[in-house]
């Protein structure tokens, strides 16, 4: 056979070419799949999604991680914003059609149980069934789990339906720099925190303890639950196992009412019955308050000069127990969770980012932001020690003992009745057993005409 | 007399009879019918969900039994009965008064028509935030005038009565311009020469006002405050954020407990019930109402 | 008997006055919109200018407010126009074209029954009916939604005026071989300048400030001014400045149109009533 050089080189070529076709494509794959993933594991291109959430401080944190989401996996995310009470309304529309608008639902404690009861979530593993939630994300009561037999979050007997968000709990606020003037000491108890306000009062320039005792959907009786769980009283005898018996009238919720009505007679404004979150919020900022117990979501601005006449005089502890006690806050936090009605291929979508966000790379990110991170091992973190971050640790102590106000749908209802009562007891109008019988006889009759297996207590004398 | 139309121009009357009313039944048939006998059915219900579905129960009218104990409904249909009685007189009088005045003047009645309309164009949220921020014991505006000339401050949202009173200011600051631009639009519409033949006559300002100004308005004063006692009685922004319906239940009004029952706490059907409730005792008020003044009419 | 006469300087007054209580919370406002909130908060006579409150709600990541202004411009321009001629044409139609005492009563009593319901009642069944047309999202939606809340009042605005052109007018334009849309574009809308003005006015104002339906039926591409100035409202925090400078953007243009538009109120008076 005659040498042909030209077909030689040709079928050498060619090869060669497919060769080094084939170590550049796969370099490139490797350094942009690199370039792209986090150290270790590639993350699958997806559908775009719809997150659905409320305008609220933490949702800059929020979309400046969902911005690095789809910087590393190049996935796109909307999000939906809304005003909070306009995401509630709006996420209940999206459900309850045929086909649902949104893919990833942040819903807030308020109506979490309606959801779920209403059964319009689906469960994270008909998704994929490989998903857990990671054992370092906190457990917020049990809310990511739903046990749909027995109807109660529980992480044993059911099945894991969302992801934390954000875990807003109540913290005690209190004025670190009154306190080292006077010699405080940080309170354990409510008489200790009771003794503190009292030392601080000083009427109209500031007073010792400011309460959100105003009826709205949720104010006052939000306030008072720490209060209520921490003297070892409930609303039911025992939600989780299902005994719905009206314990509101308890000896032991009497004299949690009985404290939170004397804090306000003895420490707090004049009229503690018009303060609503944001005017308790208001009173923390302009220095009018020495303590309070709002939300660790209201921290970001407290150390904001446009915002704060108290930049770096604030620090936050655990809340205060009742004897016997321990320190209980109520859980106002938010679960994403994915609705049944929208196609496979977003529920698939949206559970790549949940898993994502729950991933410890993520969450550092979160909570660089300045927001609680929903995993434990972060708040480990060196950068966690710094001052910016001095909330972390009270955070971290009360967590696990964040309990829900309501796990039923009837929950907005019961808290309409608290809210009444109980404002009524703290401007007066009611004495705190009257308000607390009362209470009970109304919430008993909800929960009766609603069907759940309870009873009373005898009344309060 | 006339000669009777011609056939040709009787049809075309007929075909446009229809054409031109037409428009303004399709959006009620369409947007409003259906949803007016959606909230009956409600209430006739009581509808849960459950597995992704919704499970409608028949219970007759056992929702509109549960009404009268319900403390917030009876709280919600005193005040707003008060409210929009109040409001409302003082919105028509004051209103009146400033329309009847910028229609005198000469000099400066585009200014003062701006500036009067100047309320309504802000959104209702707004004006709650701001008024809530004016209302504020310590910080607020009006105590800090108030110091200026030397009188203590109130709590103006803090106290029972004093805080229903204060909401009410709110509204007639808020809807006065409502009343102002119709009751304006009315009086300009009215021929000039009766102004002046009135003058000539020697009439004073009440006379003229009560035998002639008033009687030829009275078309458009009924249909401003038919509507401005309908709108009252949804009072909602206001209330939502001044106060939220306390202190106790001093400024619940019915559009609050409606949202309150149907929104927030889900029970469609009950909430539906206090809807068409609220609806019942409205359309009596205002029947009687415009059956006293036709029969007013008619007369003159 | 004292007479009373139009005291020209005592109806001044009490015309000043009002301005003075109407204008002073909106100043208010004015000036919010360029504090911190601390300083609204602490209610400080004396502050430095602060433009943060302009930057959030013109450039922040969630803010779309030049968008949402062009929305709620689109939705009000379109539900108030179509109110103004769907209205008129109804009233002319129910007064005028012979129909038996009964119709108008009863279009009269609809539109106020449907007027006394609460919007939220309304969204459920809107929502529900667009959405199952794929049209949840769109201008139309929220146009039409508009139109059926305001169609009331306007009916019920354009009646009174539509009923106070002498019959003579009409009659005489009849026999002269006047067909009825001939009828309409050359008197009945001429003479009904006022009522026009009025009902456009409020219908616009309305449809701009319009909450609860603007909230379920748009999403962020069709979202209107009172969504976006909500979302500011929050839990924690009502930031008073952010409201303030939305309310402010908003309301300026709308006092150019009033100013602009009351020119041609003026020239249509003047016209109108050659009666």
């Known amino acids: ?461 | 007399m006339r000669a009777p139309p011609a056939r040709a121009d009787a049809i075309q009357v007929d075909r446009w009879r229809f054409y031109t009313l037409a428009p303004a039944l399709a959006v009620y048939l369409l947007l409003a019918l259906l949803p007016i006998v959606n909230l009956v059915v409600m209430s006739a219900h009581d509808i849960r969900w459950q597995q992704g579905a919704a499970q409608w129960t028949l219970v007759g009218l056992k929702h509109y039994t549960e009404l009268p104990r319900d403390p917030l409904v009876r709280a919600g249909l005193a005040n707003t009965t008060l409210f929009a009685l109040l409001a409302v007189t003082a919105e028509m009088l004051i209103g009146f008064a400033l329309a009847l005045f910028v229609s005198r003047i000469v000099v400066g009645r585009v200014l003062y028509r701006t500036i009067f309309l100047l309320p309504i164009l802000i959104p209702g949220i707004v004006i709650g935030a701001i008024w809530k921020l004016m209302y504020n014991p310590d910080f607020g505006i009006i105590n800090q005038l108030f110091g200026l000339v030397g009188l203590a401050g109130f709590d103006w949202l803090g106290s029972g009565r004093l805080a229903f009173m204060s909401v009410i200011v709110v509204d007639i600051w808020h809807w006065t311009p409502f009343v102002f631009l119709l009751l304006l639009a009315g009086l300009e519409s009215l021929p000039e020469d009766i102004h002046e033949a009135a003058m000539l006559d020697g009439a004073s300002a009440w006379q003229e006002l009560r035998r002639v100004t008033i009687p030829m308005m009275l078309p458009v004063i009924v249909v401003t405050l038919a509507f401005r006692l309908i709108v009252s009685f949804k009072v909602f922004d206001e209330v939502y954020l001044l106060t939220g319906g306390g202190p106790g239940t001093a400024t619940e009004v019915l559009s609050f407990t409606i949202y309150r029952r149907f929104f927030t706490e889900d029970r469609m059907g009950y909430g539906s019930a206090i809807s068409v409730v609220a609806l019942f005792v409205l359309t009596l008020v205002i029947v009687l109402f415009m059956g006293m003044t036709r029969r007013r009419m008619h007369t003159n | 008997m004292e007479s009373v006469r139009w005291h020209r300087v005592g109806m001044h007054a009490v015309l000043a006055l009002g301005a003075l209580i109407v204008v002073l919370p909106v100043v208010w406002i004015g000036f919010a919109a360029f504090k911190t909130q601390i300083a609204l908060l602490r209610g400080d006579f004396l502050f430095t200018p602060y433009f943060g409150n302009f930057e959030e709600l013109l450039f922040s990541k969630a803010s779309d407010y030049p968008a949402n202004f062009f929305n709620s411009l689109l939705v009000a321009s379109g539900s108030t126009t179509m109110v103004l001629l769907i209205a008129t044409l109804a009233a002319y139609s129910m007064y005028r074209l012979r129909w038996p005492s009964w119709v108008p009563a009863l279009v009269l009593m609809g539109s106020l029954v449907f007027h006394m319901i609460p919007p939220i009642t309304l969204v459920g069944p809107w929502y529900v009916m667009f959405r199952s047309i794929g049209w949840d999202n769109t201008y139309a939606a929220l146009v039409l939604t508009h139109v059926a809340l305001n169609l009331p009042i306007g009916i019920a605005v354009m009646s009174v005026f539509v009923r106070d052109i002498p019959l003579e007018i009409e009659e005489a334009a009849r026999l002269d071989g006047c067909s009825t849309p001939q009828m309409l574009w050359r008197i009945v809308f001429p003479l009904v300048g006022p009522g026009l003005a009025a009902t456009g006015i409020l219908v616009f104002v309305f449809s701009w400030n319009e909450f609860a339906v603007a909230l379920n039926l748009t999403s962020r591409q069709t979202a209107t001014v009172p969504v976006a100035i909500a979302k500011f409202a929050q839990e924690y925090e009502i930031k008073n400045g952010v409201m303030a400078a939305g309310a402010l953007l908003s309301v300026i243009p709308a006092i150019l149109l009033l100013l602009f538009a009351q020119r041609h109120i003026v020239k249509g008076l003047t016209a109108g009533t050659g009666k």
């Open chain 1, 1 to 461: 056979m005659i040498f042909n050089r030209g077909a030689f080189v040709h079928s050498l070529l060619r090869p060669f070419i497919a060769l080094a076709a084939l170590v550049v494509t796969t370099a490139m794959a490797t350094w942009g799949g690199a370039a792209f993933a986090q150290a270790g594991a590639p993350w699958p291109k997806v559908s775009p999604i719809t997150i659905v959430i409320n305008q609220s401080p933490w949702f800059g944190g929020f979309s400046k991680v969902v911005e690095a989401y789809e910087k590393e996996t190049g996935n796109k995310v909307t999000l939906d914003v809304n005003p909070f009470a306009g995401s509630g309304e709006k996420q209940r529309n999206s459900v309850r059609a045929k086909e649902g608008q949104f893919d990833i639902l942040v819903m807030n404690s308020a109506w979490l149980a309606e959801f779920y009861h209403g059964g319009f979530l689906t469960p994270l593993n008909t998704i994929d069934a490989s998903f857990r939630l990671d054992p370092q994300v906190m457990s917020y009561d049990d809310t990511g789990y739903w046990d749909a037999t027995k109807k109660s979050n529980n992480a044993k007997t059911g099945v894991v339906y969302g992801v934390p968000i954000n875990g807003n709990i109540q913290v005690l606020y209190y004025r670190s720099d009154l306190y080292e003037k006077a010699g405080l000491k940080v309170p354990q108890t409510w008489d200790e925190l009771a003794a503190n306000a009292k030392a601080l009062n000083s009427p109209p320039n500031v007073y010792g303890m400011v309460q959100r005792g105003a009826r709205s959907a949720s104010d006052i009786s939000y306030d008072w639950m720490p209060y209520l769980h921490s003297y070892n009283g409930a609303i039911f005898r025992d939600e989780k196992a299902g005994d719905f018996t009206v314990t509101i009238n308890s000896p032991e919720a009497r004299q949690a009412l009985d404290m939170y009505v004397n804090l306000a007679k003895n420490s707090g404004p004049p009229n503690p019955g018009s303060y609503g979150q944001a005017q308790v919020i208001q009173a923390l900022l302009t220095g009018k308050a020495a303590h309070a117990t709002p939300v660790i979501a209201a921290w970001p601005q407290l150390d904001d000069a446009t915002k704060s006449a108290v930049v770096g005089k604030v620090n936050v502890a655990v809340l205060p127990h009742g004897p016997g006690g321990r320190t209980t806050p109520t859980l106002g936090h938010f679960i994403g969770g994915i609705p049944n009605n929208i196609p496979k291929d977003r529920q698939v979508a949206a559970l790549a980012f949940l898993r994502w966000f729950q991933s410890y790379d993520a969450q550092v990110k979160y909570a660089q932001t300045g927001q609680p991170p929903i995993r434990i091992d972060v708040y480990d973190a060196p950068f966690m020690k710094s001052p910016d971050y001095r909330w972390s640790r009270a955070i971290l102590a009360s967590l696990p003992n964040a309990k829900m106000m309501y796990t039923v749908p009837e929950g907005p209802q019961i808290a309409s009745v608290l809210e009444l009562r109980l404002n009524q007891a703290v401007l007066g109008e009611k004495t705190t057993a009257d308000a607390l019988n009362t209470a009970a006889d109304e919430i008993h009759d909800i929960m009766q005409k609603a069907g759940y297996k309870t009873a009373r207590l005898p009344a309060l004398k």
